[in-house]
């Protein structure tokens, strides 16, 4: 075969490979130990020097031809199958992401941001504060001092006391101490619910060690019991989304309200089923009462100026009673079963115009 009849059949051979195999086999079918293009480039070393001349160049431009064609075919078959897999890869990043099919957003999340939602609508912001806090601002600040029995109560658990110091740390034993810190910060008006963790040395059914409370503080000019009662109910019909909703406030004690009252929702059994509204039976859901002036005059204001009210609520128990578990514990045991079955969506979040409660 001569020169130009066999670089034509290559050139055609590399154009029709469509596999990087296939273009491999033609490679070394020419330039393989025993290739066409090697035998013909062997013959050079036989020839007189006038024939090796005129066939070198001619033999050497094949070879580079050839190299050249099988260089840019495999580029190019590259190419294409890195196109393909893009064309099969590729990502709908509009589709919903993974995590939110295998995970789901506790109740307790579920139910904090459905407080924020209704207390917003209120004009109450969300404040925080430590989980580590010190006796002034989880007791004193509260007028609950040293000797008051109200201490004992609380099943507090306390940190050891520091070497050289006479200050012994403590897990907050309810989030008033946030609203303490508020009103020692912040001028007056104040309107902020305190959601959070909360810690008592206390355990069975309906108490674990660690649990959540609400808390709601608003200080102002002429706030009254009425403020409160409105207030509450308010929140009520909204969380419950039940508009007939009947409370009952009954006289009680606590440190660090006065006149202090504990709130009972109106209710009723159905087919063993609790349902909010109504008022054949009363169940308590949270305590609160006209902040205490001392308290108001702890955190460096004059209550003859600022009055307030404030309200405590546990949100396990709020949970509990509107999406139906029975038992607290189950909460905490973090038993992806319970999770899946009582979880929500992380697309179900709560809004006032699309239903808190979804
Ligand atoms: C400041 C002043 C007053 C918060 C209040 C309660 C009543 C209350 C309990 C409900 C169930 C705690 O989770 S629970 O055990 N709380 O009854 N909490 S008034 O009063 C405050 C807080 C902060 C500065």
Same mark, same amino acid.
């Given at each position: 075969?001569?020169?130009?009849?066999?670089?034509?059949?290559?050139?055609?051979?590399?154009?029709?490979?469509?596999?990087?195999?296939?273009? *491999?086999?033609? %490679?070394?079918?020419?330039?393989?130990?025993?290739?066409?293009? +090697?035998?013909?480039?062997?013959?050079?070393?036989?020839?007189?020097?006038?024939?090796?001349?005129?066939?070198?160049?001619?033999?050497?431009?094949?070879?580079?031809?050839?190299?050249?064609?099988?260089?840019?075919?495999?580029?190019?078959?590259?190419?294409?199958?890195?196109?393909? %897999?893009?064309?099969?890869?590729?990502?709908?990043?509009?589709?919903?992401?993974?995590?939110?099919?295998?995970?789901?957003?506790?109740?307790?999340?579920?139910?904090?941001?459905?407080?924020?939602? #209704?207390?917003?609508?209120?004009?109450?912001?969300?404040? +925080?504060?430590? *989980?580590?806090?010190?006796?002034?601002?989880?007791?004193?600040?509260?007028?609950?001092?040293?000797?008051?029995?109200?201490?004992?109560?609380?099943? +507090?658990?306390?940190?050891?006391?520091?070497?050289?110091?006479?200050?012994?740390?403590?897990?907050?034993?309810?989030?008033?101490?946030?609203?303490?810190?508020?009103?020692?910060?912040?001028?007056?008006?104040?309107?902020?619910?305190?959601?959070? $963790?909360?810690?008592?040395?206390?355990?069975?059914?309906?108490?674990?060690?660690?649990?959540?409370?609400?808390?709601?503080?608003? #200080?102002?000019?002429? #706030?009254?019991?009425?403020?409160?009662?409105?207030?509450?109910?308010?929140?009520?019909?909204?969380?419950?989304?039940?508009?007939?909703?009947?409370?009952?406030? $009954?006289?009680?004690?606590?440190?660090?309200? *006065?006149?202090?009252?504990?709130?009972?929702?109106?209710?009723?059994?159905?087919?063993?089923?609790?349902?909010?509204?109504?008022?054949?039976?009363?169940?308590?859901?949270?305590?609160?009462?006209?902040?205490?002036?001392?308290?108001?005059?702890?955190?460096?204001?004059?209550?003859?100026?600022?009055?307030?009210?404030?309200?405590?609520? !546990?949100?396990?128990?709020?949970?509990?009673?509107?999406?139906?578990?029975?038992?607290?514990?189950?909460?905490?045991?973090?038993?992806?079963?319970?999770?899946?079955?009582?979880?929500?969506?992380?697309?179900?979040?709560?809004?006032?115009?699309?239903?808190? !409660?979804?």
């Amino acid at each position: 075969m001569d020169i130009d009849t066999l670089k034509t059949d290559l050139l055609d051979q590399i154009a029709a490979a469509a596999s990087p195999e296939a273009l *491999e086999a033609v %490679r070394v079918a020419a330039m393989g130990k025993s290739g066409s293009v +090697t035998a013909l480039l062997k013959t050079l070393g036989g020839m007189s020097p006038d024939d090796r001349q005129v066939r070198g160049p001619l033999l050497n431009g094949l070879r580079e031809a050839v190299a050249g064609a099988l260089s840019a075919r495999k580029i190019a078959l590259e190419a294409e199958a890195l196109n393909a %897999r893009l064309a099969s890869e590729r990502l709908d990043m509009t589709l919903p992401v993974a995590a939110a099919v295998t995970g789901s957003i506790h109740p307790v999340s579920q139910v904090m941001d459905e407080l924020a939602e #209704i207390f917003a609508d209120l004009g109450f912001a969300v404040a +925080t504060g430590p *989980e580590i806090e010190d006796d002034c601002h989880n007791f004193s600040a509260l007028n609950i001092p040293e000797t008051h029995p109200a201490r004992a109560m609380h099943d +507090t658990f306390y940190f050891p006391q520091e070497p050289g110091s006479d200050k012994r740390m403590l897990l907050r034993t309810h989030t008033s101490p946030v609203q303490i810190r508020t009103m020692m910060t912040q001028a007056p008006p104040i309107r902020i619910i305190a959601p959070g $963790r909360t810690y008592r040395s206390d355990s069975d059914a309906t108490h674990t060690p660690m649990f959540h409370q609400v808390e709601g503080l608003v #200080i102002d000019k002429g #706030i009254t019991l009425a403020n409160l009662k409105w207030t509450l109910e308010t929140f009520v019909k909204a969380f419950f989304e039940v508009d007939d909703v009947t409370l009952r406030l $009954r006289p009680s004690y606590f440190p660090f309200t *006065e006149p202090s009252v504990e709130v009972d929702v109106g209710c009723s059994w159905e087919g063993g089923r609790l349902k909010i509204g109504g008022t054949s039976s009363w169940l308590e859901i949270l305590g609160s009462g006209m902040v205490h002036p001392r308290v108001i005059a702890s955190c460096g204001l004059d209550p003859e100026v600022y009055q307030g009210f404030a309200f405590g609520c !546990g949100i396990d128990r709020l949970a509990m009673l509107k999406y139906g578990m029975n038992d607290l514990r189950a909460f905490f045991d973090a038993d992806l079963r319970w999770l899946k079955h009582h979880g929500f969506s992380a697309f179900d979040v709560p809004t006032l115009s699309g239903g808190v !409660g979804a």
